[in-house]
């Protein structure tokens, strides 16, 4: 079931209201990008100088330069991990848009939606990326000592905190704060094996921007499939 949530969310990436956030959230995300590599170069360029003498060597110069270049496979890099607060930072932000647009095709009888705001939407996001930062500083460590393993520690943490980040937005546009929390305890674990499936290409390089946007879809989907599921069992 949470696979065709996905699916109807990937079947949705046509709609203009999706390439609308798509095209914010690329020129955002590339913005960011960019701005850390300069301020990388920056660094190089300020720390290392540009030649260096060796001995039995003797000097070697472009070494600024040669750094500069290499950078750009390891912001390629970090980009894997960037893409995690970004992306939840993006969801606070364009959630309104994406959920409007599913409910729109999807669920067309269901009363409008209480709107978030752009500042409480820009205020949460802020405190959950806040959480994800730290959350992943701490967690560095245990990619580090367990390398083996490291993505599937990703996957596993990062499904906890996006599960949870995605439902609890798409819940409130329906609910009060204590009725979202409720939600959120009472279908925990498919929240979790949702988080999960948005976790996962966070790790590949490009396909990691779509994922703000397949997440808050998804999740508009399995919002509604869990909160209808009771009154068909009934």
């Known amino acids: 079931m949470i696979l065709d949530d996905f699916l109807k969310a990937l079947r949705q990436l046509s709609d203009p209201r999706f390439l609308r956030v798509l095209v914010t959230g690329l020129a955002l995300t590339i913005a960011l990008l960019v701005g ?27 070494i600024d330069a040669a750094l500069s270049w290499a950078a750009i496979p390891v912001m390629l890099l970090a980009s894997v991990f960037l893409m995690v607060p970004v992306a939840s930072a993006f969801t606070g932000i364009f959630l309104d848009q994406i ?40 967690a560095l460590l245990a990619y580090l000592l367990f390398a083996p393993i490291a993505p599937l520690l990703f ?18 546009r329906r609910l009060d704060a204590s009725g979202a929390a409720k939600f959120r305890k009472r279908h925990r674990g498919q929240i979790f094996v949702a988080g999960v499936l948005m976790a996962v290409p966070l790790t590949i390089p490009v396909v990691n ?20 599921a009771p009154r068909r069992s009934a």
Request: cysteine-free; proline content about 6%; charged content about 15%.
């Open 36 to 62: 850390l590599y300069w301020v990388l170069s920056m660094a190089i360029g300020w720390l290392i100088p540009d030649t260096l003498s060796l001995p039995w060597i003797g000097e070697i110069g472009g």
């Open 99 to 138: 959920a409007d647009a599913v409910e729109d095709r999807h669920y067309p009888t269901l009363p409008p939606a209480r709107r978030l705001g752009l500042a409480e939407g820009l205020v949460d996001a802020l405190k959950f990326l806040g959480v994800v930062l730290a959350v992943n500083l701490v």
């Open 209 to 228: 921007l779509l994922v703000p946007i397949l997440g808050a879809a998804t999740f508009t989907h399995l919002y509604h499939r869990l909160s209808q």
């Open 155 to 172: 996957w596993g943490i990062n499904g906890i905190l996006l599960g949870r980040e995605y439902a609890q937005l798409v819940a409130l």
